[in-house]
Structure formats: C-alpha cells, structure tokens
C-alpha cells in the first residue's frame, strides 16, 4: 500500500522568503503522480502543482517549484517569494497511473508572517 | 459552470439518526469520490465512481453508502450516524481520460454528530 508522509505539521515564514515543505512516500509502483494542494481557511482545496513520475524535470507553476527525487521518494515544495494569502494548510498526493484514487499526507500548516 | 457543488455546508446530527450529503458536478466527469478530512489525517477516501451504475469503496467506507443514478450527482447517504463520522466531508470530479488530470473539489460539509 501506498504511503504519503509530512513530517512537518507546522511552518512559519516571513513575508518575501522562501519556504521549503517536505513530503516523503512509498510506492512499489513505478509510474505515478504527485500532487501538492493547498487548503486556505476558506477550507477550499487548491490544486498547487503536479508532477509526473516519469518527467525527470521539475515542475514550476509560477513562484511554486518542486523538488521530486524519485529515487528517494522525496517531493518538496518551494514556495518563493511567500505572500501573506500562501497561508493555507498544504497536502502532498499521491496516485498510482489510471487509479483516480488520491492518498494524501496528513498536512503542513503554514503562516506567512508580515 | 458551477463546478463541484455540495449541500449542505453545515449539519449538525444525533446518534442514530440519517441523512445524505449531495454531491452534484457539471462538467460532465465520469469520475467522482468522497473523501472525509480529520484532524492530523489529512484527506481519506470514503467511496468512488468510475461512471452512472459503478461504485467502489475506498479506504474508509463504513457506514457510508453511496449510489450513481447519474453522471452529475453522488450523493453520501449516512444510515445511522456515530460520533467517530464527525470530520469534514469533501467530494470531488475528475475525467478519466489524462491521468495527471485535476480532481476538483467541492467546498465541503462540516458534520457534527452528537
């Protein structure tokens, strides 16, 4: 069965910085997806970001960019240049190809201090 | 389009007594699902649907049922409800053709069972 870890239930960061999030997973599959969603108190889920497994480069989507080691099962989030309305709950997801079925970490809350 | 929409926003419940979460997308997906998100366990899937007629159970599915009469409603019925259902109920969309395709989420229901 697949896993989803964030070992970081909170965050904080200045406005302007730059944040990193930190998910880890386990899988014996080897074609997949990866998700990063963000939950702002409006309880809304946000689709951040996604990656391919098979896609050796980075996804980017805009000041957001993820860090994916498929050999270590590691797909970080950075977050540049932090905006007070980044302040959200932020999930990591993941699918195995032609499931459909998300499996998410247990979230990272962050806050974006001015 | 209206999206992913789910009624009500709010409920508030007593032990043993029933009720259904409606569902309802207009972006004609053959896919949709119920997941519940608890405190410190991020989002966990209730039930899915591959299409009007077919539905599956996810990794917490009991007591929840679900049926698919049509392709834009999936409503979450809850026959006898207990304490350990309250959480938040999230339901979401997505087509099956494209597996990185986005899943869309409705705004969710926040259950309390008393």
């Known amino acids: 069965a697949q896993t989803v870890t964030q070992s970081q239930p909170e965050m904080s960061v200045q406005e302007a910085e730059t944040v990193t999030l930190s998910c880890t997973y386990d899988?014996?599959?080897?074609?997949?997806?990866l998700f990063w969603y963000k939950q702002p108190p409006s309880r809304q889920m946000i689709l951040v970001i996604r990656?391919?497994?098979?896609?050796?480069q980075n996804a980017t989507e805009n000041r957001f960019s993820v860090n994916f080691q498929k050999a270590a099962k590691s797909f970080s989030l950075k977050i540049s240049d932090s905006q007070l309305g980044d302040t959200a709950m932020y999930f990591c997801?993941?699918?195995?190809?032609?499931?459909?079925?998300?499996?998410f970490g247990s979230g990272t809350r962050l806050l974006v201090r001015p | 389009n209206a999206g992913v929409t789910q009624t009500p926003k709010f409920q508030v419940l007593k032990t043993g007594q029933s009720m259904t979460l409606q569902c309802a997308q207009d972006?004609?997906?053959?896919?949709m699902s119920w997941y519940r998100q608890d405190p410190g366990m991020g989002l966990r899937l209730i039930h899915y649907?591959?299409?009007?007629?077919?539905?599956d159970q996810g990794e917490v599915p009991n007591g929840y049922n679900v049926s698919r009469s049509t392709t834009e409603d999936f409503p979450l019925r809850l026959l006898s409800a207990a304490p350990s259902q309250t959480s938040v109920y999230f339901c979401?969309?997505?087509?099956?053709?494209?597996?990185?395709?986005?899943?869309?989420f409705g705004p969710g229901t926040r259950l309390t069972v008393l």
């Open positions: 979401a969309s997505r087509g099956l053709a494209g597996d990185a395709n986005e899943q869309f």
């Open positions: 899988t014996s599959e080897n074609n997949y997806y």
């Open positions: 990656q391919e497994a098979y896609k050796q």
């Open positions: 997801a993941f699918m195995k190809q032609s499931s459909y079925k998300l499996i």
């Open positions: 972006m004609n997906h053959e896919y």
């Open positions: 649907s591959v299409g009007a007629g077919i539905t």
